[in-house]
């Protein structure tokens, strides 16, 4: 299988990882598309609290995991 990286560009991104190839050895980090603006649920909208919650639970997942 041949690899989708360039010489000019070591990182790969992979469903919501980036690797990144730094000196042969591999670093991982979030993947964003271009158009993310860092923005969640606001804590004081009319959102139920659970949907709060388990955004905020789903980033700690994500941390945790990565």
């Known amino acids: 299988m041949?690899?989708?990286l360039s010489p000019?560009?070591?990182k790969l991104n992979f469903l919501d990882v980036t690797l990144i190839n730094n000196n042969?050895?591999?670093e991982?980090?979030?993947y964003h598309k271009l158009t993310f603006l860092k923005r969640y649920l606001n804590f004081v909208s009319y959102h139920p609290i659970s949907q709060k919650r388990n955004t905020?639970?789903?980033l700690v997942d994500k941390i945790h995991f990565l």
Do not use: C, V
């Open 28 to 30: 991982f980090d979030w």
């Open 8 to 10: 000019s560009d070591d």
């Open 56 to 58: 905020i639970a789903s």
């Open 24 to 26: 042969n050895e591999i």
């Open 2 to 4: 041949r690899s989708p």
